[in-house]
């Protein structure tokens, strides 16, 4: 008699297949980003890429300055973070030290498609070996390459990196995908300019949550061929971008 592999210890063990093909830990790792109660999205231009995420306070006692979703790994890369933050700070901490030591050994910074593929590599790893276990996060890393332009990988829980000319993650990631998906048949992302793909991200993530951003509600991460530098929008500057916003219809 067929038994499932849930409940009968399949789920609990990280590397071993179900009789189905699954690795339950892994899946519950995708579940934990699902769970996040934050959404993010980054969005490829033709000279740009821009990143941008849900920022809420869990508790009103907190200092809002020690919570974000976006950081910086290194002067040209920068990344967004869905799922476990503790889970993501440890992710970038090993980003940085494998950033850190690149740039030791070769003299210069560590192309972002490379930084990913090893951070891939790592994650991947995580699925074989019964004393670790999968990290519950989504990292999303942007950045513009002297050579390809501005790239923008994706990497989750289970060691697979994709690029994406648009890519979601988080509570409503399924939701935001699809709404990113419709305005890219209308216009092609690579036509706007940096304020354009900004303005699009902003009103695509308000459509899908239903609601309409305070400053300090969302974060915002650029870079771009003028300023190849990861930098992270102020709140005065997003404060401005949501005002000309209340005058547009996207």
């Known amino acids: 008699m067929a038994t499932s592999g849930k409940g009968s210890g399949y789920?609990?063990?990280?590397?071993?297949?179900?009789?189905?093909?699954?690795?339950?830990?892994?899946?519950?790792?995708?579940?934990?980003?699902?769970?996040?109660?934050?959404?993010?999205?980054?969005i490829k231009g033709k000279d740009c890429v821009v990143a941008v995420s849900q920022k809420k306070l869990p508790d009103k006692m907190i200092d809002p300055t020690t919570v974000t979703s976006?950081?910086?790994?290194?002067?040209?890369?920068?990344?967004?973070?869905?799922?476990?933050?503790?889970?993501?700070?440890?992710?970038?901490?090993?980003a940085r030290h494998e950033a850190a030591e690149f740039k030791y050994k070769n003299g210069y910074?560590?192309?972002?498609?490379?930084?990913?593929?090893?951070?891939?590599?790592?994650?991947?790893?995580?699925?074989?070996?019964?004393?670790?276990?999968?990290?519950?996060?989504?990292?999303?890393?942007?950045?513009?390459?002297?050579?390809?332009?501005?790239?923008?990988?994706?990497?989750?829980?289970?060691?697979?990196?994709?690029?994406?000319?648009?890519?979601?993650?988080?509570?409503?990631?399924?939701?935001?995908?699809?709404?990113?998906?419709?305005r890219l048949k209308k216009k092609p992302f690579d036509e706007y300019s940096m304020e354009e793909i900004i303005e699009v991200a902003i009103t695509a993530l308000s459509v899908v949550i239903s609601h309409e951003f305070k400053p300090d509600e969302i974060e915002i991460g650029v870079v771009s061929k003028e300023s190849p530098s990861f930098q992270i929008l102020s709140q005065e500057r997003i404060d401005n971008i949501l005002s000309v916003l209340a005058d547009k219809d996207y």
């Open 109 to 182: 910074e560590m192309p972002c498609e490379l930084l990913v593929k090893r951070m891939a590599k790592l994650n991947q790893v995580s699925t074989q070996q019964a004393g670790m276990r999968p990290m519950g996060v989504a990292i999303t890393f942007i950045a513009f390459d002297e050579e390809k332009g501005p790239v923008l990988f994706k990497l989750d829980p289970a060691g697979q990196m994709i690029s994406f000319k648009a890519t979601a993650s988080g509570q409503k990631s399924q939701e935001l995908m699809q709404e990113l998906e419709t």
């Open 11 to 42: 789920d609990h063990l990280i590397s071993i297949f179900s009789p189905e093909g699954r690795l339950y830990q892994v899946e519950y790792a995708f579940k934990v980003i699902q769970s996040s109660g934050l959404t993010s999205l980054a």
């Open 70 to 94: 976006l950081y910086l790994i290194t002067k040209g890369t920068g990344c967004v973070v869905s799922g476990m933050q503790a889970d993501g700070l440890s992710q970038i901490s090993r």
